[in-house]
Nanobody, 112 residues
């Protein structure tokens, strides 16, 4: 059984930082990613990383967000810096793209 367990969300002020973690079990994964969904909006890609550490980012996250992984721990991370109110969303961990496996989501709220 595939499980993705996310952690690290919360409330942060604009300009602040958060680090999300996603621990995977039940699958040997290749590409993992983070997506997010803000209220009233479609789910969108944040970033992906392959098992060989090749990364891809949505344009609006480049330079602020960093995706990384620890293959030994089956864990993927998302370091988010210089957070903006428009980054407020539920962030989802993913394996296998939009037709693959999803975590339960973790809320990130950026507000003063």
């Amino acid at each position: 059984q595939v499980q993705l367990v996310e952690s690290g969300g919360g409330l942060v002020q604009p300009g602040g930082s958060l680090r999300l973690s996603c621990a995977a079990s039940g699958i040997i994964f290749s590409t993992m990613g983070w997506y997010r969904q803000a209220p009233g909006k479609q789910r969108e890609l944040v970033a992906t990383i392959t098992r060989s550490f090749s990364t891809n980012y949505a344009d609006s996250m480049k330079g602020r967000f960093t995706i990384s992984r620890d293959n030994a721990k089956n864990t993927v991370y998302l370091q988010m810096n210089s957070l903006k109110p428009e980054d407020t969303a539920v962030y989802y961990c993913n394996i296998g793209g939009t037709g693959g496996y999803w975590g339960q989501g973790t809320q990130v709220t950026v507000s003063a």
